[in-house]
């Protein structure tokens, strides 16, 4: 049996736009009701989000019996983490809050087996569908989705740096936690924040690095594609959940004669 494509960072690579959604509600059911709509990839978070290692399974079992892809943010840069997700079938990771060359490298590594890196071996995993995917070694490095999450100004400042080292897929943004490095917590969309990001991206586009983030406004989502963004979430299950619920409730009450 031999290893299957990751449509997502095959993508990435061709400079193809991906539509994403963010993952939070740690729930196989919900994840597999989201699996079927569509989107290019999907962000199962663990850094805000009160999944553990099984139901990230569950969430990845859901996601595999669809078109969309799974990526996995681990809760911090460890390399025991990420052996464990990435034997668990993850195809893609997002390292949170990467500040340097050293981290970036740091967190490559962790995905790479030796002398590339320092992931451990087990040949009976779910990444290996149990040992019988026998090209897994010679061919994960290709298909596995590195993804550099950015965080601060710092982190901005050396972008290119950090895209650049071997093994990254693409740079995120995260624009509440820049928001809140430049004093502006609270403020995401402010725009001497997105100035930042948008200048940042534009000196990552022009090097060729596959670049995303996440905005919970479809518009912006749309703007920032057709910009040159590559990977955008438009939007997360939580905001979805709580939005309508309630907008239906406000429209149902707005509609009931006052006694």
Not at 64 to 87: F, G, H, M, Q, Y
Not at 132 to 156: G, K
């Amino acid at each position: 049996m031999k290893l299957e494509q990751n449509p997502f960072t095959q993508s990435l690579a061709k400079g193809e736009k991906q539509v994403g959604l963010w993952v939070s509600l740690s729930s196989p059911f919900s994840a597999e009701l989201i699996a079927h709509a569509g989107y290019d990839w999907a962000l199962v978070d663990m850094e805000h989000a009160p999944n553990d290692y099984f139901s990230v399974l569950g969430q990845l079992q859901a996601f595999a019996a669809s078109k969309t892809t799974a990526i996995v943010r681990p809760e911090w840069n460890d390399p025991v983490v990420v052996k464990r997700l990435l034997d668990l079938g993850a195809q893609g990771l997002l390292f949170p809050m990467i500040q340097n060359v050293e981290e970036a490298k740091k967190a490559v590594a962790s995905t790479r087996y030796p002398p590339h890196g320092n992931r451990g071996v087990s040949a009976a995993t779910r990444a290996t569908k149990f040992g019988r995917v026998t090209d897994y070694i010679d061919r994960v490095d290709d298909e596995m989705a590195v993804l550099l999450q950015l965080e601060t100004v710092a982190a901005l400042d050396k972008s290119e740096e950090i895209g650049a080292v071997k093994g990254v897929s693409g740079i995120f943004f995260g624009p509440a936690d820049i928001a809140a490095d430049m004093g502006k917590v609270g403020k995401t969309m402010d725009a001497d924040v997105w100035d930042k990001i948008r200048q940042t991206a534009k000196k990552l586009i022009a090097m060729g690095i596959p670049v995303g983030t996440l905005v919970l406004d479809p518009d912006l989502a749309a703007e920032l594609i057709n910009d040159g963004f590559t990977f955008v979430a438009c939007g997360s299950d939580i905001s979805l959940l709580a939005k309508s619920s309630d907008a239906l409730l406000a429209n149902v009450k707005g509609k009931i004669d006052e006694c």
